[in-house]
């Protein structure tokens, strides 16, 4: 916005040493987390992890059991709700039905006695391109339209902190995909801090500027998406933003630059500055759309790393891509993602096959081999079924 109305910018938010217990279980672990004003940041994590009971306690609906909370550096710790500079956009958008579109956003600005609350209802509209909607009821309208007056109606309010609570769960998928571009696309026009809860890893990563990734209470791994995503630091955090092939095995050569590990017999060879580890049992991962599958024994050299032979189990075709399942005897089974840039696949079920990946595209876990998974625990009914077929075989 240019006129200054929506020109403030959000406040920062630090949560310092947070603990949250309720009776027979911790939901929240030393939590000690900074998000930038002005930023968009995403809490992701399975259910359960914590992330909604951190949003929990910086919107005032729960008090930390230990711990503080700042918000532009003014402690709210034990500030009420209605006191924090904070609104809240849910999954059920909360509108109310018997008013218009226009006299929900203006709601909040009325009961604060607020000059002019209909233009500013009005201005915020038209932010998200729904002014000409205003005399509407919300039944009139699509889901998508409804979640954009909600934020509209949380806007309009000028918090300090926006907190999204998975506001796009309700949604279809191509609908949620469109919102997620004009969230972004919001939040850098109106300059306010977004504090987004999410366990969809694909909205995290195409709106946060960081993410952080939680698991029982804690913060596994933060930065920016592409970060998470290309180097991972733990098993958690390579099988929850993604999908990866890791392999264990004993660090058998070491350089300045690599590191190589023995799995199975075959040698896979990482990046030194991609390794969390470099002695000793360590796991070691590959993302699937690294792969590249060979129906012939490929070339290998420094640059490269080759496993097999194998066997695909499994192809399932997906419009953009195909998903290979192939087992490599001693190591396991192995997901590929190969983009579908051909008319016919020259790889079918049951074919014998190669895999190779440039080797700088692999990365080395920090966790303790005994507690890493080797694959993802999220294995879908099609990867049950080919292992079955495995195993009867």
Not at 376 to 393: C, G, H, K, N
């Amino acid at each position: 916005m240019t006129d200054g109305t929506f020109a403030e910018s959000g406040a920062d938010l630090e949560l310092v040493g947070i603990h949250k217990r309720f009776p027979g279980f911790t939901a929240i672990e030393e939590l000690d987390l900074t998000i930038p004003a002005g930023s968009f940041f995403a809490l992701l994590g399975p259910s359960g992890c914590g992330k909604t009971t951190t949003l929990r306690l910086v919107a005032g609906l729960e008090s930390p059991t230990s711990g503080q909370i700042l918000i532009g550096g003014k402690e709210v710790t034990n500030q009420k709700s209605f006191q924090r500079p904070v609104n809240t956009v849910f999954q059920s958008y909360a509108l109310f039905p018997h008013m218009t579109v226009l006299e929900n956003v203006a709601f909040g600005l009325r009961r604060r006695k607020m000059a002019a609350p209909l233009d500013k209802a009005h201005e915020v509209l038209r932010l998200v391109e729904l002014d000409h909607l205003a005399n509407r009821r919300p039944q009139q309208l699509s889901g998508g339209q409804q979640q954009r007056v909600a934020l509209a109606r949380a806007i309009v309010n000028r918090p300090a902190l926006l907190l999204l609570d998975e506001p796009l769960g309700a949604l279809d998928l191509k609908l949620r995909r469109q919102m997620q571009l004009e969230l972004k696309s919001i939040q850098e026009d109106v300059g306010l801090t977004f504090l987004h809860v999410t366990h969809d890893q694909e909205e995290a990563m195409t709106m946060a500027d960081t993410i952080a990734v939680m698991n029982k209470g804690r913060i596994e791994q933060m930065g920016a998406p592409q970060e998470l995503y290309e180097l991972p630091k733990t098993a958690f955090v390579a099988n929850f933003l993604g999908q990866s092939n890791l392999f264990t095995g004993p660090v058998v050569n070491t350089t300045s630059s690599a590191i190589s590990v023995d799995i199975a017999g075959q040698k896979v060879t990482v990046p030194r500055a991609r390794a969390q580890r470099a002695t000793g049992n360590i796991t070691v991962g590959i993302r699937p759309e690294k792969l590249t599958l060979h129906t012939a024994k490929p070339k290998r050299d420094a640059a490269t790393s080759v496993m097999g032979p194998g066997r695909v189990v499994d192809v399932s075709f997906s419009g953009v891509s195909t998903q290979y399942l192939v087992h490599v005897p001693g190591v396991g089974q192995l997901i590929v993602f190969a983009q579908n840039i051909a008319l016919e696949s020259h790889v079918r079920d049951g074919d014998e096959v190669w895999l190779s990946w440039a080797t700088s595209h692999g990365f080395g876990l920090e966790d303790d081999p005994a507690e890493a998974p080797r694959f993802s625990p999220d294995l879908d009914t099609r990867t049950i079924a080919a292992q079955r077929r495995l195993e009867d075989a």
